[in-house]
């Protein structure tokens, strides 16, 4: 049974550790056949996070800059490299069993690149894959490449937790203090910057989870 939780605007640690309290619970409750999976809808306050694997040296702006600003940087266990959430980022962190689901680890990074590509279609934002680069894009392989959605994922026994960072209405400025996700010659865009208009957060989580539910056997 998957419960969608709209958290609503909660810092990054205290989201960070409900995640790991419940998936220590999926874990514990793997082979009942009522385990209750979560997905957790949320936006945070600015925060810039590094994966596991990331790459200090793609944060351009020191740590005290960031504090004087009252920005956090936390190193995290997730996959991927160095990524931003902020106010107007839809934030989704699925807690599934992927073993129940039968789901490899990048079949369910795919599947979240669905779940993204079909949201975005509902405003007419045509989403991509690109190799080796894990997300949704829009232009792909043209000089105007740009990222909509940052993907970074952590399993333990086959039950995830982190996600994924959906720019929606986003404030894009944050993003010139890194080399988002590592890349240094790919820009970041939102459904904001692509439509011209500010979109409604609601509907989006809403969009989001109808999709992530239907993808999800």
Known sequence: MLT??????????????????????????KNREDTEEHLLLVEHPPV???GRHGHAENMLVSEDALAAKGIEFVRIERGGDITFHGPGQLVAYPIIDLQRHHLGVKDYVNMLEEAVIRTIAHYGITGERVDGATGVWIDK????ERKI???????TRFVTMHGLALNINTDLH???AINPCG???????????????EADMQEAKELFAAHFRELLK
């Open 4 to 29: 969608v939780k709209d958290l609503g605007l909660v810092p990054y640690r205290e989201a960070w550790e409900l995640q790991k309290s419940i998936q220590a619970d999926v874990i514990t409750d």
């Open 48 to 50: 810039f996070t590094l």
């Open 141 to 144: 392989g043209l000089p105007g």
């Open 149 to 155: 959605c940052a993907i970074g994922v952590k399993c």
């Open 174 to 176: 944050y993003f010139g």
């Open 183 to 197: 890349f240094i010659d790919k820009g970041v865009t939102s459904v904001r910057q692509e439509t011209g208009k």
